[in-house]
């Protein structure tokens, strides 16, 4: 089972992707709400997978997605973002993420895509 990073400034989401990743077996090792903490998180615990929100203080999803393939260029990085934000999906897939969920999603389209780019 992978190690993940949830990184989302909504509370509410991240208890919910925690969730539904920790009825599939796997360990999340740390969160964060914005993109500066994901980073420092990366960092600190390198993950197997990260879930990643675009909209978020401080830093956004694609400044962290790109810091953190220029500290790790193996990472694994899914995007979980609202609907209407498919120009920043484009760029972050063009940045390295290796997928994407629009937000609200349902519990099986996160798993499909968590297990589709863990495997």
Do not use: C, W
């Not at 990743?21 to 390198?46: D, F, P, T």
């Not at 973002?81 to 389209?109: C, N, Y």
Request: glycine fraction near 6%; hydrophobic fraction near 50%; charge should be positive.
């Amino acid at each position: 089972m992978a190690n993940i990073l949830i990184v989302d400034d909504s509370t509410y989401l991240r208890v919910m992707i925690k969730k539904i990743l920790k009825k599939l077996g796997h360990s999340i090792v740390a969160e964060a709400n914005n993109g500066e903490e994901a980073i420092e998180a990366y960092r600190q615990h390198r993950p197997d997978l990260v879930t990643m929100d675009v909209v978020m203080p401080k830093l956004n999803g694609l400044m962290a997605v790109k810091k953190i393939l220029q500290m790790d260029s193996t990472a694994k990085v899914i995007i979980v973002t609202a609907l209407g934000h498919e120009p920043m999906i484009r760029q972050a897939i063009k940045l390295g993420a290796k997928d994407f969920v629009i937000k609200p999603f349902k519990q099986d389209e996160l798993v499909k895509a968590v297990d589709g780019v863990l495997n």
